[in-house]
């Protein structure tokens, strides 16, 4: 029977203003974290265009831009913000006090 990996504290909410974009890693994998609109959100930090680092990009909302060519993505689902691009992985992410704790990949949305 598989076992969903457990959430992993990644940092705190004081640590990462509004706006801004945190590089980290949870079960081998380099996420981006996100505070946005209030809520953290995680997503590949590798760019599915040329493996441009997402964790290095801009924030205008919810719209996450890769430095290297500007590919856009939402950070709350990982879907691009325009007909027919690529999209990302996102994964779950919740907060327990203070702590912004991050787990698996997010169901699909369809």
């Given at each position: 029977?598989?076992k ?12 990462i ?15 981006a ?7 953290f ?19 205008a ?6 430095p290297w ?7 709350r ?9 690529h ?24």
């Amino acid at each position: 029977m598989n076992k969903r990996p457990p959430f992993l504290k990644v940092a705190t909410v004081g640590e990462i203003p509004e706006g801004a974009i945190k590089p980290i890693v949870v079960h081998d994998k380099p996420m981006a974290l996100a505070h946005v609109e209030g809520g953290f959100y995680a997503v590949n930090a590798v760019c599915p265009h040329r493996g441009g680092p997402l964790a290095e990009g801009t924030l205008a909302g919810c719209v996450l831009t890769c430095p290297w060519h500007g590919w856009t993505f939402d950070v709350r689902n990982g879907l691009a913000d325009h007909p027919g691009g690529h999209s990302i992985s996102a994964y779950e992410v919740r907060v327990e006090g203070e702590d912004v704790l991050v787990g698996w990949l997010k169901r699909p949305v369809t």
